[in-house]
C-alpha cells in the first residue's frame, strides 16, 4: 500500500463515524468469508476469516451488553441474539469449515453494514 493511501485510510478512520467504521468492519469480515468460500481458498483463509468474525462479533455483543450502552434495551437484545446466532454457526464452521455455510453469516454482516450505512 503506497503512502498516500495509508494516509487516506488513517483519515478516513479517524473521521467516520461509529456507525460508518462498524459497517465497514462488517463488509471486511463479509468480504473475508465470501473469499474463503471460493475455488482457490485454503484452509488457513478460512479459519482467518472465522477468527476476524468471531472477534468482530464478540465486540459487539460485548458493547450490547455492558450497562452504559447509549442503545435501548430492545436493541440491545436484538444484537445480542444476533451475535449469539453468528458466534454459534462461527464456531461451528471453525470445528468443521465447509464455505458454503459461510452465506448466511456474510448475508448477515452485508445487510446489517447496509443498515448501518443507510443503504438498506
Known amino acids: ?3 498516500a493511501a495509508k494516509a487516506y ?3 478516513a478512520t479517524t473521521t467516520a463515524s461509529p456507525r460508518e467504521i462498524e459497517a465497514q468492519a462488517l463488509l471486511k469480515a463479509a ?3 465470501q473469499a474463503a468460500m471460493g475455488n482457490g481458498a485454503t484452509m488457513q483463509s478460512m479459519k482467518d476469516a472465522l477468527l476476524f468474525n468471531r472477534k468482530l462479533w464478540s465486540i459487539f455483543m460485548a458493547d450490547a451488553l455492558r450497562d452504559g450502552s447509549p442503545q435501548s434495551i430492545e436493541i440491545r437484545q436484538q444484537i445480542a441474539n444476533i451475535a449469539t446466532f453468528v458466534l454459534t454457526q462461527t464456531s461451528a464452521l471453525q470445528l468443521d469449515p465447509q464455505p458454503e455455510h459461510f452465506k448466511s453469516l456474510i448475508e448477515i454482516n ?6 448501518l450505512s443507510g443503504r438498506a
Do not use: H, V, Y
Not at 452485508?110 to 443498515?115: F, S
Open 31 to 33: 468480504n473475508q468469508l
Open 9 to 11: 485510510a488513517r483519515t
Open 110 to 115: 452485508r445487510n446489517l453494514a447496509a443498515g
Open 1 to 3: 500500500m503506497s503512502d
